[in-house]
Nanobody
């Protein structure tokens, strides 16, 4: 059984930075597809970035150049470095795991989810 625990959320001002972490227990991690999603109340959960088992990454356009997804296979931790934060980045951020090497930023493909960590950006 895979369990995911996010941390690192908080409140920052526009232009600030945060680093989110997602610690995984169980599962293989190294061969998994992992991703970050976010959701604001009243809106659908949306993909932010994903990293495949080979380390290749994909970002949605609205975070490209500002966010960086990475992982530490030894520690089984997924990261999301968020720079140049905007008010519209405010959301609950979730990490997710797909127990397969096929990796696409599609909500329906992911098997396990964390409980989320709140990010609030103020002007």
């Amino acid at each position: 059984q895979v369990q995911l625990v996010e941390s690192g959320g908080g409140s920052v001002q526009t232009g600030g930075s945060l680093r989110l972490s997602c610690a995984q227990s169980g599962g293989t991690f190294r061969s998994d597809c992992m991703a970050w999603f976010r959701q604001v109340p009243g809106k659908e959960r949306e993909g932010v970035a994903r990293i495949a088992s080979d380390g290749s990454t994909f970002y949605e356009d609205f975070v490209k150049g500002r966010f960086t997804i990475s992982k530490d296979n030894a520690q089984k931790i997924l990261y999301l470095q968020m720079n140049s934060l905007k008010v519209e980045d405010s959301a609950m951020y979730y990490c997710a795991v797909r127990r397969d090497e096929f990796c696409r930023l599609d909500l329906s493909l992911f098997d396990y989810w964390g409980q989320g960590t709140q990010v609030t950006v103020s002007s």
